[in-house]
């Protein structure tokens, strides 16, 4: 069997866990039902096995099962989110807010918005990547009916003041949401003490499958209205229609239950496995920390690399270490990282950037080796410069 090069990439994605994928194998075959079909055992099953799952996945952020409404992943939670609002709450107003940090998948449709008429503030960040809360207060306005901050950077890993935002917003009677596609698993959620009116998860980053995800939609003080983007069917109390994918929703489930079970052990092994190859690579001179270095993602690494062509580095790690130079959903393009121009870094040191995403089934050796090998490659491009 060829090597494969040590994966260091699971802020892109993660494999599936083994004990995953042994949850969801009967209801490929066995346990096959429509969940919306109340006629008959095929069905009771399917439909027992998606309000286990949603009773999982509402626990696991404190919210009520009836609450979680489930999508094909975080970039359609996050599309019936804001355009949702933006629908419903219209005749409100039509200011929002967000990041420029924030993941294409908020920033784009925030940007169609504009083009029917609503006006949204992209606020810039510190330079540790973090919101300045008092740019926030000053921002808000009489007609602003929805702020949209990502809970934990998918480039940088810095986690933002989730409550602290929310309570603002909440203080001024306005809805927020938060994505939590890079943090759910990974860090303790709770939608109440977090002061979240919506929440946007995912499956396929916590060792689940691609292609489901959910969104927490606040029933009660306030009770939120979304207008639905998908019709067709009335399921997922009619903001999502489409015929629920039982053995996705039992996998997104089980990778809950189990990040959540071991959530304090691995966040102490992959910041201790993350600070090692800091440790070895920042030994380097001209190397950058992108984002806060404490208040990030226990398995993050994002850094930019001074002096070398950023297409050459990471053509030069290949054979050794999958690692990317940002979001994976915007890999093909050759523009540097919005995130990382957002920060203050010119094109060429936006360019020249690695994220390093520490999973679940990486092993101190493979560190040693990547941190190695990193230091060995950037040396020699630096060499053939001169």
Not at 207 to 226: D, E, Q, S
Request: aromatic share 6%; net charge neutral; glycine share 8%.
């Amino acid at each position: 069997m060829i090597n494969r090069p040590i994966y260091l990439d699971n802020h892109a994605t993660t494999p599936v866990d083994k004990r995953v994928l042994t949850a969801m194998m009967p209801y490929f075959t066995e346990y096959f039902g429509n969940p919306s079909s109340n006629a008959h055992i095929y069905g009771w099953e399917s439909e027992a096995a998606v309000k286990q799952a949603r009773n999982i996945i509402a626990e696991a952020i404190n919210a009520e099962e009836t609450e979680i409404i489930f999508t094909s992943g975080a970039t359609e939670a996050n599309n019936l989110a804001i355009k949702g609002v933006a629908e419903a709450y219209f005749t409100k107003g039509k200011h929002i807010i967000t990041l420029q940090t924030e993941h294409n998948a908020v920033i784009e449709p925030c940007q169609y918005l504009e083009t029917l008429g609503f006006d949204v503030t992209f606020l810039p960040v510190e330079k540790n990547g973090l919101l300045d809360l008092n740019l926030l207060t000053k921002t808000i306005r009489p007609d602003t009916i929805l702020v949209s901050v990502m809970t934990a950077n998918n480039e940088i890993g810095v986690i933002q003041d989730i409550s602290k935002i929310g309570a603002i917003c909440h203080e001024n009677e306005i809805l927020f949401h938060t994505d939590c596609a890079q943090a759910i698993g990974k860090i303790t959620l709770d939608v109440k003490k977090m002061n979240v009116d919506l929440m946007s998860l995912t499956a396929h980053k916590i060792y689940g499958m691609k292609g489901i995800g959910a969104l927490y939609i606040r029933r009660k003080n306030p009770r939120v209205k979304l207008a639905s983007q998908i019709q067709g069917g009335g399921q997922e109390r009619g903001f999502r229609s489409g015929t629920l994918c039982t053995p996705q929703i039992v996998g997104f489930a089980e990778a809950v239950k189990i990040a959540l079970l071991e959530l304090d052990s691995e966040n102490k092994r992959q910041q201790e496995l993350r600070d090692y190859l800091w440790q070895q690579l920042s030994t380097l001179e001209g190397i950058y920390l992108n984002g806060d270095l404490f208040q990030r993602l226990s398995g993050n690494l994002n850094i930019s690399v001074d002096g070398v062509d950023g297409s050459a580095l990471l053509l030069a790690l290949q054979s050794v270490v999958a690692v990317s130079s940002g979001s994976a959903c915007s890999s093909t393009s050759t523009k540097p990282s919005h995130v990382l121009k957002a920060l203050g870094h010119p094109d060429s040191l936006a360019k020249a950037s690695l994220r390093f995403g520490i999973g679940r089934f990486n092993t101190k050796e493979e560190i040693e080796t990547v941190a190695q090998f990193t230091i060995k490659a950037i040396n020699n491009l630096r060499h053939a410069r001169i």
